[in-house]
Nanobody, 117 residues
């Protein structure tokens, strides 16, 4: 069955960095766009970054120049490098995948990112 398993979340001080990973299985990873979403308490889930099967990348304006999404199709893994983290980046981060960028079909269980000020 389809599985997306995130890792790499944790507690970091403002200005610090974290690297999230998402290991996918059960579907053709290389053919799917992969995304990172996040949801903070009391807020709607928002798209953070998307990388298409062809490598095209889009970022939310509030993470551009600080976050980098990448993928390794040989390892069925998508990454999110997060630098210069701010308290407002604190959220549960979800990995998602689907054939159409921006319309994910598969979701991970999420990993918590906490940023202390």
């Amino acid at each position: 069955q389809v599985q997306l398993v995130e890792s790499g979340g944790g507690l970091v001080q403002a200005g610090g960095s974290l690297r999230l990973s998402c290991l996918a299985s059960g579907f053709t990873f290389s053919a799917n766009a992969m995304s990172w979403y996040r949801q903070a308490p009391g807020k709607q889930r928002e798209s953070v970054a998307t990388i298409s099967s062809g490598g095209n990348i889009n970022y939310a304006d509030n993470v551009k120049d600080r976050f980098t999404i990448s993928r390794d199709n040989a390892k069925n893994t998508v990454y999110l490098q997060m630098n210069d983290l701010k308290p407002e980046d604190a959220a549960v981060y979800y990995c998602a995948g689907g054939l159409v960028p921006g319309r994910p079909r598969y979701w991970g269980q999420g990993t918590q990112v906490t940023v202390s000020s």
